[in-house]
Every structure is written in structure tokens, then in C-alpha cells.
């Protein structure tokens, strides 16, 4: 049996840019934009890419950049995205805890858990993370978000998440955070390109600011800076709060 991240995005391709939390593609690459100085010679890793909305809006501001994921489905729609307005990305199928690359690029990205918190273990997350640090040439930078560990300390995530479902999009049900691993274990329901319904046990692992700043350290980056995630709208200026459900990460080797 597939883990549920691979049958949660298997055969979603088009529905997948209507999520909610799949909106804000621009101001979050106006961000990392900023965060490399506008050099168009930099070479993206785009960890977890989905149907390519960094990589692709990336790529219309002239960036070179190899998007990779798990899901045939939603690479095939970023493929075609790409086709449709004659953009190239270098779109590959790869299961992030294998990444085959080596000091390959300036930056590498991993947004809205792209990949990274949806594995089984930690020991996976970790697997993901030493990839993304071995992808990276000296220097590089790496920005990802992942969920806030804080937030479900003081907000109800059924209530979060009933507060934030739109229509058509999937459902999540049944939240249990686990304090002992930080999981958040829940129903998660969608209905498929094909109209098929799905039920799915999803868990995710949820992080707290001390631990991601510790993991990186470990894999050698020389600064590690946290703020609150912002849909679309990342920023420096935003000091991390429990309020925040994701947070955003940059770290510098």
C-alpha cells in the first residue's frame, strides 16, 4: 500500500492549483527573489515542486530551474503549464530522500511542504533535508516553510482548518496532535481528477523553531533565520508566534 502523500496526490493534478494553500505564487517568489538578488545566473532546486507554480513563475522571470516531486499526476501538469506558455523548467519525477544531485545549485526551495514534513519518520524528514544541503554549492541558500509546531499549542486545529476549507477542495477531519512526536494525525477526504472520493490517514510532523534550527546546524549551514509564514506574502520583518501555522525558513551554507 502507497503512503498516503503519493495516493493523496496521485491522479490531482487539476485540481490541485485550486487549493487554498496553493495561492500567492507571487509575492512568495518576489521574496525569494530578493533573497538572491535578483541574479538571474542562479540555478533553483525546487524541492516538491506540484504542478510548478514557484518553478514555473520562477522561469517567466528568466531563473534557471529543475523542479522535482513524487507525483506523475501533478508533474504532468506542471509539464504542460510549461508547454502552454513555452517555458522550460527541467521538470523530473524523484523522491526527495534520493536526491542525485551534488553542489549543484545557488538556491534550493521547499514550500508549502514540499515534501518536507510528510514523511513516515523524522529519520525521512532528515533524509530530505541532507539532500537539499548536498544539492546547495558553497554559499547557497535554502527556503523552505513547514509547520509550526507552536500553533497547535494553543490553537485547535479542527477549528483551523474547518475555519480555512473552501468548497471543492479537500477536508480535513478528525485531528489528533500527538505531543509525544508532534504528529498531527487526521482524516483527510478528496475527490480526484477522476471524481473518485478518497479517504485517506494522514499525518504530518510538525516542528518546533529550536528543532529545525538544530538539524540545519548539523548539516553545516552557517546562518539559520526564522520568521512567520505568510501566504503570499513572505517576509523578513514577520517575528515567528505561535499564531503563525507555518513558518518560514532561510538558511545560508
Known sequence: MKPWYEELFRDYGEKYDNESFAQGTIGECDFIEKEIGGDKKAKILDIGCGTGRHALELARRGYDIVGIDLSASLLNKAKAKASAESLHVDFRRCDARKLPFAAEFDLVIMLCEGAFPLMETDA????ILEGAAKALKPKGK???????GLFPLFHS???FFDGSQKKGNAEYANHHFDLMTFRDHNITTVVNDLGDRKELSCNERYYVPCEIAWL???LDF???DIFGARLGAFSRADRLTSDDFEMLVVATK
Open 142 to 148: 535554502l527556503i523552505f516553510t513547514t509547520l509550526n
Open 157 to 159: 486545529l479542527d477549528e
Open 216 to 218: 540545519l546546524k548539523s
Open 222 to 224: 552557517s546562518t539559520v
Open 124 to 127: 525521512m524528514n532528515f533524509q
